[in-house]
């Protein structure tokens, strides 16, 4: 099959629907897939990459490359919908320059609709809660500024855009499109099924563990509720035929992953709580569990510490013990964990 772009790969449903998977590269090195979906009537991106660098040139690029070889329908102006599995900016930033460009209907769980639409204001309200979350993670406050000015550097290149339907207010129906919501990873993540076909987002990937943040700075997310939502998705992702993520290549065994995914979260669980025989912060965890991380990966390293903290100690195995000074403080400080009981949870 003769495609100019060689990274293209195309699938096709059992009745026929023809899937199109566009890789971009959302930040350097860092890749994403958008699809392209002909279920006639329906032409649907799902997702959009990044926006970022030359992430928009690249996807029209894409489809323009599929429109030498397909016809006329496939053209960003033909776009009948955009589908959004989750709102995170490497998935949906390209939408300022896709509303733009085409007359698209925009679609997204209720849950992840105040970001896409409302980016502004999500934007402050986070950057708040992760300026907390990090003082009391023990960063300092000259690491603190660093991070957040890594936090806000890519993000503020999107403007917010007007979503044209949410899922839930759907029945999470479009047409032949179903949609499952499984909160975790982000607030509103979905996955999206079409005949024997399942896309995944970031809910369930290949090759990683898809990232977690603690609940305290969104609602809706954190390590329980993503290991809750991996149990929804498994009735759905076992009987597809065809299981397409959000990053790399298609997945072949994703029954085993989840499996596999529930087994690295609990043995981090174990690991967490062995590291807080002493009390002991939430950076002191993440730098134990993730050695050699620069950059971004230092802030995602801290949200991943956190979200396990939190699961422990919401829980009661682990207690704060400097619990009266946290409390008398005026502003944040670094709170200290301890273990309180033994941690014996297994994945079930
Ligand atoms: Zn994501
Ligand atoms: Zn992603």
């Given at each position: 099959m003769d495609m100019s772009n060689p990274f293209i790969s195309r699938f096709e449903t059992g009745s026929g629907a023809e899937i199109f998977q566009i890789p971009v590269q959302?930040?350097?090195?860092f890749w994403v897939n958008v699809y392209l979906v002909l279920a006639d009537p329906y032409i649907v991106l799902i997702d959009t990459a990044s926006?970022?660098?030359?992430a928009n040139d690249k996807l029209s690029a894409g489809i323009t490359s599929l429109h030498s070889r397909r016809?006329?329908?496939?053209r960003l102006e033909n776009l009948t919908h955009i589908l959004l599995t989750h709102a995170h900016i490497d998935h949906f930033g390209g939408l300022p320059f896709l509303s733009e460009s085409s007359n698209a209907q925009l679609g997204v769980h209720d849950l992840d609709w105040r970001i896409v639409s409302n980016y502004e204001e999500t934007l402050s309200l986070i950057s708040r809660r992760l300026e907390v979350f990090f003082t009391e993670a023990g960063v300092s406050a000259e690491r603190r500024a660093k991070l957040m000015e890594l936090y806000r550097i890519n993000k503020n290149l999107y403007h917010s855009v007007e979503v044209n339907f949410t899922y839930q207010t759907e029945n999470m129906r479009l047409g032949p499109f179903e949609m499952l919501h499984v909160p975790g990873?982000?607030?509103?993540h979905v996955l999206i099924r079409l005949d024997d076909c399942v896309f995944t987002g970031d809910h369930i990937l290949g090759d990683i563990s898809p990232h977690q943040a603690p609940?305290?700075?969104?609602?809706?997310?954190g390590l329980a509720h993503y290991l809750e939502s991996l149990e929804i998705a498994r009735e759905w992702v076992e009987s597809a035929r065809l299981v397409l993520p959000g990053h790399k290549k298609e997945i072949t065994n994703a029954s085993s992953r989840i499996d596999l995914i529930k087994e690295v979260h609990f043995q981090r669980l174990a690991q967490v709580f062995a590291c807080c025989?002493?009390?002991?912060t939430i950076q002191q965890v993440s730098r134990q569990l993730f050695a050699n991380v620069s950059g971004y990966n230092v802030l995602l390293a801290l949200e991943e510490a956190g979200a396990h903290i939190e699961y422990l100690h919401q829980r009661g195995y682990l207690r704060i013990t400097n619990v009266d000074e946290v409390e008398s403080a005026e502003c944040p400080l670094p709170v200290l964990y301890q273990q309180a009981r033994n941690f014996t949870e297994q994945p079930n």
């Open positions: 959302a930040f350097p090195g926006g970022f660098g030359d016809g006329e329908t496939v990873h982000t607030a509103g609940e305290q700075l969104t609602l809706s997310t025989g002493q009390p002991t």
